[in-house]
């Protein structure tokens, strides 16, 4: 069993920023990939950014040179730096630890751009 618990949520100005986290407690198997989702509404779930626990990151063309993935391997804990966020990045961010055998999805945090 495995649990994820989020943070940093909220809502911000465009051009401003946040960070989201992401704990994992429980059965933690070693070889795992952490990262964020996000849905809006009326759109389909999306890749943000993750990174493998072996410090591979992979990043969404849309949030790149503004989104930073990093993770504490130790803590079990993946970051989500967001800066000159914009509206169209309002959405429900999900965090994702998933591996071989398992995929656990977090409740998600809202974040709100204002324009």
């Known amino acids: 069993q495995v649990q994820l618990v989020e943070s940093g949520g909220g809502l911000v100005q465009a051009g401003g920023s946040l960070r989201l986290s992401c704990a994992a407690s429980?059965?933690?198997?070693?070889?795992?990939?952490m990262g964020w989702y996000r849905q809006a509404p009326g759109k389909q779930r999306e890749l943000v950014a993750t990174?493998?626990?072996?410090?591979?990151?992979v990043t969404a063309n849309s949030v790149k040179g503004r989104f930073t993935v990093s993770r504490d391997n130790g803590k079990n804990t993946v970051f989500l730096q967001m800066n000159s966020l914009q509206p169209e990045d309002t959405a429900v961010y999900y965090c994702r630890f998933s591996g071989v055998g398992f995929d656990h999805w977090g409740q998600g945090t809202q974040v709100t751009v204002l324009s």
């Open positions: 429980g059965s933690i198997v070693s070889l795992n990939v």
């Open positions: 990174m493998s626990s072996g410090g591979t990151p």
